[in-house]
């Protein structure tokens, strides 16, 4: 402060009379060392951070004054005083305005210098500017920031100081930004630098996406590594690269592998590479290694733990001897197995019949009694009867002639054995109208009055033979009667018998709902114990469930099983404990982590137990990264604990911090693959894609091929030997030497029992068979995918995607067969120049369906092309050719025995079916060019011509069940 110049001002009484009265109520002012108090009415502080620029000279009324402009866009004005008084304390307040900032800008000039260099450095960075590594100079930027003012007015610094403020600022305003900027500089000059690198450090130069994986360095790193993309050339350089910029030592490294002889095989070429050694180990030998450093010693391990089948046999031997020993555990299990074995739909749950008999006839609805039935509720009325020792038909033959029945013949759902009584089962449903009356609707997609019609014939035909009807219905299964009200029913008519629970679990036995049951809840205990979720937790998700009955079912047997499990465990442990043992060992500071740089391949399979494992191996170093290797298309290791959703949120949960942001993490994709030709690459990323949830990507093929690659071969029931045979002789016929075969099955009972001879039929061809799951990772010139067919074990399979896993999933997958469809995307893409897909003619796998009705796939049918052409006009699906008993041809819907529309050929070549050509015709024309004219009732149906007792007539190929028809005489006049 300048001692000579005036440090409190005022203005005289006469000048103060004169302008109060005009609102300048301000006296005065005094200069303090912080700022300046205005005198007045309410004297009032005004700090010198608070002021936009020094004060300035007025002038009002022929006075002079003083104005302090303030930076909330105010000012205040001191109004009436002498000239001379008011420059002089204007220069005096200047200098101290000036000095205050000088003071603290001089308090932080040290760190403002240091803060410089790194800015400076961000220019031009050496290392890849990671969000761990910025963070600790962004918040001493903060801080700086936060002991200056907040806006030091222009011209006051020197322009040195001013222009390392501004640098320095810049990155306490915009910190995002400057650090985009120094990442794509470092990118630019690393890949440039680092050239003679990636040319030499795997056998082929790495590409310009394996590159950028390399040199990218955040915090958490998702590598996008497709099939053939290179994943492990990718890690192998990524270990190299950090050795050898000097950014890590090798202990320092830790590559992790789910299998042993992956990481060996890693580990073994970074050594060759760089000649140096990092730790690759399997996430179980890591927590081994972890609770063997702590605990001096190690758990004996289960001898499950690593043997899928055993483990599987063990929870299947505590079900049925000790959950199912308890009688009313047991009394749940069997209710378990007759009436929530099947996620429960029903036709209502569907857009088209079509759909619904797609569904049903997948999941096979085998009886306890061995029937096949036609719906969900059929299945647990079946299965009640059968359990309380009801003997019963399925679909008799009604035990009267009716020659009045102009319909197919008349076969009831049930007939009660020992009775007589007989079991309708309507698919109807109540809705209540606007008047309050109760009203039977059915299905959208049923002709609601051609369904009450058939159940008022149906009772009448009971009525006129005297016969018992009892009747349940749809309505009573959305109530949660269903059984209840058949037990009220039949009471009166039939004694309950329940049979003993050994002979129904014996009966599970033999139909394989035993085994199925037992793998679902290998794969929900080990997502349970992996998530460290509490039955309290599956509960309140269970309320949430679309099945509730069915979820809390499932629960009540799981409790008591998990408890039995742990029991039978004692002092060993599972992989699931050994990980999550040692998680809790790193989280509290039990093992101190060597490693500040995680590689972990495979990282589509991670389980939540395993990422636990690696947040808190990450959260004991600030700059320790997680660098990850996957493929979130091929994660189809569910039933080992995997969990997709880890991967989907990459950055949430793994990711770093910066600038008041979470979940900071870079995404590198691979794109290319080295392995499949554009017809196979290409239609394989739409058709993986079709699930929304999965991560988009880029494929840039290896080759272009010049016609599609994509086959489908079908089958007929007991063929498909043949069309394998078939396949390997086109394949052999158009191959050189030492061509390789991978023939894909879902299942490992699908091996082909002449795999031998078939061998050697094709000296040519080296051919192998494996499971889908066990092909990820290898390749074949050819891939024959065996038995695409739509049931219970097809592709897909219908034991996989059971939504009880949704209770111990933190994110539920909601789209249909979303693991097998990555699964059928690994079978796909193991092959280098051709699929061929061997599909159940009859039963046709979904997936070959959506390949082949959707022209973008370029999918070519071998055989019998154009099978989809002829479409049921009762449900809309296939209608196939067949041979009769006496040889003549006919069509009928793929849904046999559900659906039973059948129609005859042609009658002029007796082979193919008439049908519209046109929209709008009304002529049906066949291939071989005949012309028919179209039924007026019904869609798909042709007239043809009949004998009735007034002579010939005109009526629907589908008589008695379409009664559309016009006189010969009607229809030559329509011709005119």
């Known amino acids: 402060m300048n001692a000579s110049a005036p440090q409190l001002v005022k203005r005289s009484r006469l000048s103060g009379a004169l302008l109060r009265p005009l609102g300048h109520p301000f006296w005065g002012a005094e200069q303090t060392i912080s700022g300046v108090t205005v005198l007045g009415g309410k004297p009032r502080q005004v700090a010198f951070s608070d002021m936009l620029g020094p004060a300035e000279l007025t002038k009002a009324l022929g006075f002079s004054g003083i104005r302090l402009p303030l930076k909330d866009g105010t000012e205040i004005t001191i109004a009436g005083l002498n000239e001379n008084d008011a420059l002089g304390f204007i220069s005096s307040v200047s200098n101290g305005f000036r000095k205050y900032f000088l003071d603290r800008f001089a308090a932080v000039e040290e760190e403002l210098r240091a803060l410089g260099e790194v800015v400076q450095r961000l220019e031009q960075p050496r290392r890849y500017p990671s969000a761990c590594l910025l963070c600790p100079f962004v918040e001493r930027v903060r801080k700086v920031a936060a002991a200056l003012p907040g806006t030091i007015p222009e011209g006051v610094l020197p322009t040195g100081q001013q222009v390392l403020l501004d640098r320095v600022l810049a990155l306490h305003t915009e910190p995002e930004r400057n650090r985009e900027a120094a990442v794509e500089r470092f990118i630019a000059t690393e890949l440039e630098e680092m050239e003679p690198f990636f040319d030499q450090i795997e056998s082929n130069p790495l590409t310009p996406e394996q590159r950028l994986a390399v040199v990218t360095d955040e915090d958490a790193t998702l590598v996008l590594a497709g099939a053939g993309s290179g994943k492990t050339s990718v ?83 505590i079900l049925i001897n000790d959950v199912a020993k308890n009688s009313k555990l047991g009394k749940l299990i069997l209710e378990w197995f007759s009436a929530f074995y099947w996620p429960y739909k029903s036709e209502w749950d569907f857009e088209t019949k079509g759909q619904y008999y797609q569904y049903v006839e997948s999941h096979e609805l085998r009886t306890l009694k061995g029937d096949v039935v036609n719906s969900f509720e059929e299945w647990e009325i079946a299965n009640w009867l059968y359990l309380n020792g009801v003997a019963y038909e399925y679909e008799p033959l009604y035990e009267h002639r009716l020659p009045k029945n102009d319909r197919k013949a008349y076969t009831p759902d049930f007939r009660l054995t020992e009775s007589g009584v007989y079991i309708e089962h309507f698919g109807v449903r109540k809705s209540r109208g606007a008047d309050g009356s109760t009203r039977l609707t059915t299905a959208p997609h049923v002709d609601r009055e051609k369904y009450l019609e058939d159940m008022s014939w149906k009772r009448g035909a009971h009525k006129e033979y005297g016969t018992t009807l009892i009747e349940t219905f749809s309505y009573e299964k959305v109530e949660g009667r269903l059984t209840e009200a058949l037990r009220e029913k039949i009471a009166p008519y039939v004694e309950l018998k329940p049979i003993p629970p050994d002979q129904a679990l014996t009966a599970l036995t033999e139909l394989g709902q035993v085994d199925t049951f037992t793998q679902t809840l290998a794969t929900f ?29 499932f629960l009540k047997i799981f409790e008591p099983l998990f408890a039995a499990y742990q029991e039978r465990l004692g002092e ?34 991670i389980s939540e137990g395993r990422a636990r494992l690696l947040r808190a191996l990450k959260a004991q170093h600030d700059d320790a990264r997680i660098f990850a290797v996957g493929d979130d298309w091929q994660s189809i290791y569910r039933f080992t604990g995997s969990d997709i959703h880890l991967m989907r949120n990459f950055g949430e949960e793994f990711g770093g911090s910066f600038a008041g942001t979470d979940g900071v993490h870079r995404t590198v994709d691979l ?31 290896a080759s272009t091929a010049l016609s599609p690659a994509i086959n489908v071969a079908y089958y007929t029931r007991g063929q498909d030997e043949g069309a394998l045979t078939d396949t390997l002789g086109r394949i052999a016929q158009s191959s050189g030497n030492k061509t390789s075969v991978l023939l894909l099955g879902r299942y490992h009972h699908l091996r082909p029992k002449s795999l031998k001879q078939l061998t050697a039929n094709h000296p040519n061809l080296s051919i192998r068979f494996m499971t889908a799951h066990a092909s990820k990772g290898l390749e074949a010139d050819h891939v024959i995918i065996l038995r695409a067919a739509s049931d219970r074990m097809g592709f897909p399979s219908e034991i996989v995607d059971d939504p009880l896993l949704d209770l111990v999933l933190p994110k539920p997958e909601k789209f249909d067969h979303a693991e097998e469809r990555r699964l059928f995307y690994v079978a796909l893409t193991r092959a280098r120049k051709s699929v061929t897909i061997l599909a159940d003619r009859e039963k046709t796998s979904v997936f070959v369906r959506e390949l082949i009705d959707e022209p973008a796939y370029e999918t070519i049918e071998i055989g019998e092309p154009g099978i989809a052409e002829h479409r049921c006009g009762s449900c809309g699906d296939r209608m196939l050719a ?87 005489r009607e229809e030559s006049e329509k011709r005119g």
């Not at 290319?672 to 017809?679: A, E, L, N, P, W």
């Not at 025995?897 to 008439?914: F, H, Y």
Request: glycine share 6%.
């Open 572 to 605: 060993r442990i599972d992989f699931e404990d050994m990980i999550i043992r040692a998680a809790e060992h790193v989280e509290a500071g039990r093992y101190q982590s060597p490693y500040r740089h995680l590689l972990v391949d495979e990282f589509q399979d």
């Open 235 to 317: 890690i192998v350089a990524k270990a190299a690269y950090l050795i050898e910029r000097g950014i890590r030592q090798p202990e320092e490294i830790l590559l992790m592998a789910f299998g042993k002889d992956a990481a060996d095989e890693m580990a073994s070429r970074i050594k060759e590479r760089s000649g140096a050694s990092v730790d690759a180990l399997t996430f179980h030998a890591l927590g081994y290694g972890i609770i063997r450093d702590v605990e001096g010693g190690t758990p004996a391990l289960a001898a499950h733990a690593s043997d899928d089948a055993q483990f599987r046999a063990l929870l299947r031997d």
């Open 671 to 701: 794109g290319r693959t080295f392995r499949s030709v554009d017809k196979i690459a290409l239609p394989a990323r739409r058709f993986v894609l079709q699930n929304p949830s999965q991560i988009e990507k880029k494929v840039v093929t």
């Open 882 to 968: 067949r041979t009769s008993k006496q040889g003549r041809t006919y069509y009928s819907c793929e849904h046999r025995k559900l659906c039973g529309e059948t129609l005859p050929t042609c009658s002029t070549c007796n082979r193919d079916l008439p049908l519209k050509r046109k929209p709008l015709t009304e002529v049906l024309t066949c291939s071989c060019g005949s012309e028919f004219p179209a039924c007026p009732e019904c869609d798909g149906g042709w007239l043809v011509e009949r004998k009735g007792r007034y002579g010939k007539f005109l009526s629907c190929v589908r008589y008695p069940d379409c009664k559309g028809k016009r006189t010969i």
């Open 525 to 553: 205990l080990r997502h349970f114990k992996s998530s460290g979720t509490s039955i309290e937790q599956c509960h309140q998700r269970s309320e949430k469930a679309a099945d509730v009955p069915r979820s809390n079912a």
